[in-house]
Structure formats: structure tokens, C-alpha cells
């Protein structure tokens, strides 16, 4: 257990490009910026090295949040730097190597980006490292945070339109990892973490790539709960309307627009809940809250719900979807695979010896 005053280092793997360049799809974005800014936020928290193998995002890095420790190995960084946090901002298929050795060199916690893994064998390759170094790993699905997204729960559970039913939404454009794995999340956040047992995936894949790894063109996750809840999640296309999350009940409706704005509808009528104005949904709020409570656990507190044991759940289901889309068949949890490599990959592997 830590001193409540304890002030814990940072670092960062994966600074990110050196330039906004705005947001575009296929990867280099920034997300290592918003990693930095967050620990700059915290008392608690100093951030002092980061490592990335581009040079100049490396220098850039370090020349806007003013570090003098700099490298292109992150494994260096860990003996040299000896942070107590740390920060992994890179593609999937980098994660499970980069917590392993974290966790090896005795990093206390560790933000890994989603999404988180890139294999079913990675699910408990990453456990057991984790329970053999204590140490504490949290997932940034940090919109559950966000008051309309806690509001929909509230409500959604609460009765408010009846029994609940079914949660889906459509993401234009995206897949079911990068974007998805994010809504995948809100769906068991829900249904208050409750076990997935079965999942229905299809896949449509052809040679699109980004982010390090093969990108479904079309992609639908389909799956039930234990307490009898269902969601679907379609990759690739948009359900109800732009950036819509729609929550059934027996009774009514329950529509998240964007990230901060209710329409509840019953049989009584309609009402809107605008969250719009509320200083808990702004992105650097969400993120302090995360931050907030891997302090709280390093201190001796409770795991969050964005702590691994939690967040394993998110990672199984997202793969599950893609392995019964490479099986044909449904997957029934807890998932059951000896795959090493990111299934997506398979399938295109699959769709290009079609194509011969």
C-alpha cells in the first residue's frame, strides 16, 4: 500500500505524431499527447520519460512536455527510467509484449490503449503476468465516465423503459476494434458487467489495412448476456442516425445522441436530458477520472471498473466476435482458443487465397 501523498512517476511508450494532423483513419494519432496532458493535470502524478522509435516524434515529445529522457527502446526506458506508471500508446499488436516486460521491470500500473489485445492467447498471457507482479493495469474505455452514458445506465437498469432488452448502435465507416471496441464496452457497462455467454460475429474482409493489422471492411457483433440482455454492434455501417447508441426496453426507448444527450420515449410521451453543459463531459474530465482511480488503486484501493479484470471481459468479447466470423459458428464464453495472432489477419489471409 502507498503513502496518500505518494507522487508517482510516468512514461509514456508511444508519443504519437509530432504534428496534428487531424484525426485519420489507419493510425498516427496523438493519443500519447493526451496520455502526457492528463499526467500534467494530476498532483500525483510527474511524467518524466518517453520512449517512440520515430526520432522526430520523439523530440517533439519531449521538447512540448519539457523531458529531458528520451529513447527509441522502450525496454531501455524501463531499466534506465524505473517509472512507476506507464503509458502504452501503441497498435494492438504491440501491447502484450510491452506489458509483459513492464510488468517485469516492476511498473506499478500501466494505461494500456485499446484496443487492448490482439490475440486470445494474450487474454491470459497478460493475466498471469499481471497477478505475478501485482501489477495494476487499467483499459482507457473512459466513456463510462461521461454523465449521459452513466445517466442511460441509471435509467436503462433502473426500469425506466421496462425490462431491458437490447442495446445496439452502428459505427459509420469503422470497425469493431479500433472504434468499436469502445461501444462493445458501453454494452456490458449496460448490463452492469453481467458474463457474455455466447457471440455471433460476421466479418467482411478484404484488403484493407490500418493500425498494424488487417481492418475488416464490415463488421456485426451480435451476442447475449446471462441476464438475458442482447446487443448488436454493426461495424462499418450507421443504425438510427448519426453516432446513435439506442437502448431497448419492454416499455420504450432510450437514444444516446453524440456522447451527451438523452431522448427518452415511453408510451407517455418524450423527454430530452442534455448533458451538453455538464463539466463531467468534457474529454480531459473523463480522462482525469481514469487517472484518478489507478491512483486510488495503487494507493490500496479497490480495482476500478476500468481495471483488468474487467477489461479482460471487453477484450474476450471483441475477439470472440471476430473468431466465430472465422469459425462460422457461434462462440459460446468464456472463450476457448490457443489462436496467437489477430484473427482479422486470418481472414484476410482466407479472402485473398479465395481471390486466387
Not at 496518500?4 to 498516427?28: C, H, L, M, N, R
Not at 498471469?128 to 482507457?140: D, F, L, N, Q, R
Not at 471487453?314 to 459460446?332: C, H, K, P, Q, V
Amino acid at each position: 500500500m502507498s503513502d496518500a501523498g505518494t507522487v508517482y512517476t510516468a512514461a509514456v511508450i508511444g508519443a504519437g505524431k509530432a504534428k496534428d494532423e487531424g484525426f485519420i483513419k489507419g493510425g498516427g494519432h496523438r493519443i500519447g499527447y493526451t496520455h502526457g496532458e492528463t499526467y500534467g493535470r494530476n498532483d500525483r502524478t510527474r511524467l518524466v520519460a518517453v520512449a517512440d522509435i520515430n526520432a522526430e516524434n520523439l523530440r517533439a515529445y519531449q521538447e512540448s512536455f519539457d523531458l529531458e529522457q528520451g529513447f527509441a527502446d522502450y525496454r531501455e526506458m524501463l531499466a534506465v527510467v524505473q517509472p512507476d506508471i506507464v503509458s502504452i500508446c501503441t497498435y494492438v499488436g504491440l501491447h502484450r509484449q510491452m506489458i509483459v516486460d513492464a510488468c517485469r521491470a516492476g511498473v506499478k500500473g500501466i494505461i494500456c490503449e485499446k484496443p487492448f489485445l490482439a490475440a486470445p492467447v494474450d487474454l491470459s498471457v497478460v493475466a498471469e503476468a499481471a497477478e505475478a507482479s501485482g501489477t495494476k493495469i487499467v483499459v482507457p474505455h473512459m466513456r463510462r465516465y461521461f454523465p449521459a452514458f452513466a445517466r442511460a445506465k441509471e435509467l436503462y437498469t433502473g426500469g425506466e423503459i421496462g425490462e431491458p432488452l437490447l442495446c445496439i448502435a452502428g459505427i459509420p465507416g469503422w470497425d469493431l476494434s479500433e472504434w468499436g471496441s469502445h461501444w462493445l464496452d458501453m454494452f456490458r457497462f449496460f448490463h452492469d458487467d453481467q458474463p457474455v455467454e455466447w457471440v455471433f460475429g460476421q466479418a467482411r474482409v478484404r484488403g484493407q489495412r490500418g493500425y498494424g493489422h488487417a481492418m475488416e471492411e464490415h463488421a456485426v457483433a451480435y451476442f447475449g448476456f446471462v441476464n438475458g440482455g442482447k446487443a448488436i454492434l454493426d461495424g462499418g455501417m450507421k443504425m438510427a442516425g448519426e453516432w446513435t447508441m439506442t437502448l431497448v426496453g419492454t416499455t420504450g426507448t432510450i437514444r444516446i445522441r453524440r456522447e451527451d444527450e438523452l431522448v427518452i420515449q415511453r408510451a407517455d410521451g418524450q423527454r430530452t436530458e442534455s448533458y451538453t453543459d455538464h463539466p463531467g463531459s468534457s474529454y480531459p474530465a473523463i480522462w482525469n477520472y481514469l487517472l484518478a482511480d489507478l491512483i486510488t488503486w495503487l494507493d490500496g484501493g479497490e480495482e476500478p471498473m476500468l481495471g483488468l479484470t474487467n477489461m479482460l471481459k471487453t477484450s474476450e468479447l471483441n475477439l470472440a466476435a471476430y473468431l466465430s466470423a472465422l469459425r462460422g459458428d457461434r462462440i459460446d464464453l468464456p472463450l476457448v482458443s490457443d489462436l496467437s495472432e489477430w484473427p482479422v489477419e486470418v481472414l484476410a489471409r482466407r479472402q485473398l487465397s479465395q481471390e486466387r
